[in-house]
């Protein structure tokens, strides 16, 4: 059997595995684009509606809260169902509720349509990112599992950059349709490219998850919640923000916000091999969750060069504290792999329903105090949590036989799931 450690970098790219991963992939970053691309549209969202930049925090908390409220049951769902099945249902929730949004004929219903948008995304993600586990052996799984989870970062950027350069043409409600075309389009691609994984089987099964009762996992969802939150504003809040300071055009303006999250696409790959390769996982995670806080530090009362760097800096950091965590997940001791979907939906629960608190805390810190306090606080709410990181226990090296668990000669039907490799 090859060694883990001398696998090169891109060998998860390979055969059928292979091109299930790109399309995972691809969807992530859809899921992401949809996310963020209404941020550049929120001073023409209060035109069209005569809402205030107080209500923006609503509008994108909406979609955190149904993420955040989806995360949990998602993993539940798919020891039932099977992650395959849960995972593209919700990416269909997410294209198909951000389509209607575009045509929203007020506030109201636009925040209740981003709250099911959010729904779709907290059923896609976990389970989607335990189909790529399932993809690759333990030991090989980590660039693989850290460029799904950097990807969204790509998403991100684009959601941002590529929406400020169309809603002065298209307005913001086109902003949204194209996003969810995109997404709808990537998931009928994606339907008979994805097998299913392996799963326990769940007769009988009455006593609480392994992983609703781990410490570990709960102090790691509450340990980033503050860069969740930041993450989530830096992307959506500078180009408001720089027009309004900098007085920069809207292009100039999406183009630095999306390096607060494009950027992370390449720490991901980063954080998810040196997660596989060491063991002082609660260092590492401790280094880049400060060195977020650091960067933001410098947004409000930075030169171009300086805000530019901090930027990059921050997506860098951030995308690796996401592969880390992912990646981190499979060698928690106690967890069953069946509930791998379970463990990173109660970190993204967790960490999005904090998420949408800094986010929408940061929104009436700009309303009252203006831009640079709010900076402030999300450095503050970056580096404060991260001593919660002293209840996760110190974990040893991949401890799987070596073998991935999804099937790869074909997908099963959208509800059910593959069987094991033999």
Known sequence: ???????????????????ATVVLIALRIAY???WFDVGPGLPNVSQTFGVGPADWGLLLASFLVGAGVLQVPAGLLSLRFGARGVSLCGALLLGAADLAAAGAPNFLTLVLLRAAAGAGGG????????????LHPEGRRGVAVGTFSSAFSAGAALGVFVSALVIPEIGWRGALALGAVLLLTLLALAAPLVPGVARAPTHGRTAVPAALR????????????????????????????????YAWAPALAGGIASL??????????????LTERFTNRRTQLV???????????????????????????????????YAMMYVLAPYLPGIPREELPLVIGLFN????????????????????DGYTDAWFALAALCILPLGLLAGVPITGS?????????????????????????
């Open 123 to 134: 059923l896609f993600f976990s389970p989607a990112i335990s189909l790529v586990a399932g």
């Open 398 to 422: 991949a401890r799987g036989a070596g073998t991935p668990d999804a099937v790869v000669s074909g997908p099963p039907g959208l509800p059910g799931e593959g069987r094991a490799n033999p």
């Open 214 to 245: 781990s410490r570990a996992v709960w102090c790691i969802g509450l340990a980033f919640m503050g860069v969740e939150g930041a993450s989530l504003s830096a992307g959506q809040y500078f180009v408001p923000f720089a027009e309004a300071t």
């Open 32 to 34: 992401a684009y949809n």
């Open 287 to 321: 280094a880049a969750g400060s060195v977020c806080g650091a960067m933001l530090l410098i947004v409000p009362h930075g030169d171009f060069a300086e805000v530019v760097t901090a930027a990059v800096v921050f997506a860098l950091s951030s995308g690796s504290v």
């Open 1 to 19: 059997m090859q060694d883990p450690s001398r696998a090169a970098p891109l060998d998860f790219l390979r055969g059928a595995p292979g091109r």
């Open 260 to 273: 607060f999250v494009f950027p992370s696409f390449f720490g991901g790959p980063i954080g998810g091999a």
């Open 349 to 368: 629960a967790i960490q999005i329903a904090g998420g949408a608190l800094v986010t929408f805390v940061a929104a009436l810190i700009i309303a009252r």
